[in-house]
């Protein structure tokens, strides 16, 4: 009887041991859990990269270098990028000339329409005329030269605004706490200096300012885990095999399958760019704001996705061009639509002008996200909302992408049969 009543108080007191084992929680993925950390998804997305064999999924440094360059002893597009250099010259230029009041306004504006128009043309006539210009080295000189089309815009605008102010304030008397306050930040026309100009067309913005919030050290540690990420973006090679010899009626089923891997490759794009990238050249320059993204993944709306995907060409497309058409008096429509016109305009520059083929995919992708904005806005709500924006990704944006690979490889090499044999 009392080895039985010890038993059973064992019992109890392992029963008592693991009463505890259970506790009210969230399980992790629903949202009231607070549970923040995603980076692990991140690493999932490298795996699965670099798992997908079937795709061909490859790392190989000569055929990056041969992606950028047809022959060795040519560097088109890096002396493209080199030449980039008059236009900065010019614009600095120009606002020296324009502090000094030895030009007018009228002058000045029109300087400036010249040097950003031919920052838009120069280049486009350049990668169409030149034929030992590989599209991708065409592409990256057309973006360095978009990215610098708005940096001068921004640049121009923000030194116009400095000259508004300082005539408005020479009118009226100016307080002293603020001019002791801004003794150690730069004022105009202090800016105007080579050095000024160089730390903007290199910092991670396009929106100049005259003091840029800066962090306090370079922390190397930081740096390095930057640095080490970057060297993880895997370079697709024979992905673009099966659509050279789709036709139209297996192009669906094709495009479908191959949106996944697409859709990965574009979220490890996005976090060596945004994030590994970005950071790296701000830690570098002590450049302070660190905001290049917000969390667009939670998007329940087309509006969110755009607000907070890609923060450096938001956050001008609102002061240099939306918030300025609103001013004038233009309606929020008419503002809205302009900017994606806008926005259409430079992905289809950036894709058409380096393939040397106009097929308005990128343009009319763009231009649709305004309707879409409004179906998603108007029908969905939450959950709903964000499977919505995550389909709009996955099968939309490499849709587009996609089709001009299949248009490229089609136009430029089913002619060639050595080129077909080795597909
Ligand atoms: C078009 C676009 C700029 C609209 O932005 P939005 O945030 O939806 O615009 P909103 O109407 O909500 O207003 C934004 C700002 O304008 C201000 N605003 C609104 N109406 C205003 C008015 N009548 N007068 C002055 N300011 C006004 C708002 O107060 C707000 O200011 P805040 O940012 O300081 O809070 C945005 O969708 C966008 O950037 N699209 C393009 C993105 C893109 O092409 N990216 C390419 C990535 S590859």
Request: net charge positive; charged share 15%; with cysteine.
């Amino acid at each position: 009887g009392r080895s039985v009543c010890l038993l059973w108080a064992l019992n109890d007191s392992v029963w008592i041991g693991h009463a505890h084992c259970h506790k009210l929680q969230e399980s992790m993925l629903s949202s009231a859990s607070g549970f923040k950390n995603y980076r692990g998804i991140l690493n999932w997305c490298v795996v699965m990269l670099v798992s997908l064999k079937q795709y061909g999924i490859l790392v190989d440094p000569i055929q990056v270098v041969s992606l950028f360059l047809k022959d060795p002893y040519s560097w088109p597009a890096a002396c493209l990028v080199i030449v980039s250099n008059v236009f900065i010259f010019v614009a600095l230029y120009t606002e020296r000339k324009l502090a000094m009041g030895s030009i007018s306004e009228k002058v000045g504006l029109l300087i400036y329409i010249f040097n950003l128009t031919v920052i838009l043309c120069f280049p486009m006539v350049v990668v169409l005329k030149l034929p030992s210009i590989t599209p991708v080295g065409g592409a990256f000189a057309l973006g360095v030269y978009t990215i610098l089309f708005l940096k001068l815009y921004s640049y121009k605008d923000v030194n116009r605004w400095c000259r508004e102010r300082t005539q408005v304030k020479a009118r009226s008397p100016s307080s002293p706490s603020v001019s002791s306050r801004m003794q150690s930040h730069v004022s105009y026309p202090g800016n105007l200096s080579l050095r000024d100009m160089y730390y903007f067309v290199f910092a991670p913005t396009l929106c100049y300012e005259l003091n840029f919030p800066r962090s306090e050290s370079i922390r190397m540690g930081f740096l390095l885990r930057r640095l080490f990420e970057m060297w993880m973006v895997p370079i697709i090679r024979s992905s673009m095999k099966p659509l050279q010899e789709m036709d139209y009626s297996r192009m669906t089923e094709r495009l479908l399958r191959l949106a996944v891997p697409n859709h990965l490759i574009w979220l490890i794009f996005f976090y060596c760019f945004f994030h590994s990238s970005m950071n790296f050249v701000a830690e570098l320059l002590r450049f302070g704001d660190r905001e290049f993204y917000r969390d667009w993944w939670n998007s329940e709306t087309i509006t969110y996705f755009w607000q907070n995907w890609n923060i450096p060409v938001h956050k001008w497309c609102l002061r240099h061009f939306y918030k300025p058409l609103l001013r004038i008096g233009a309606g929020k429509l008419l503002s809205q639509s302009a900017v994606f016109f806008a926005s259409a305009f430079f992905h289809e520059y950036l894709v058409s002008v380096p393939l040397r083929m106009f097929r308005l995919w990128a343009f009319m992708g763009m231009m649709a996200q305004l309707p879409l904005a409004w179906f998603v806005a108007r029908f969905l709500r939450g959950n709903y909302g964000n499977a919505a924006v995550w389909l709009s990704l996955i099968i939309g944006q490499p849709i587009a992408v996609l089709m001009y690979v299949h248009d490229y490889y089609v136009t430029h090499c089913q002619d060639d049969p050595t080129i077909s044999e080795a597909l």
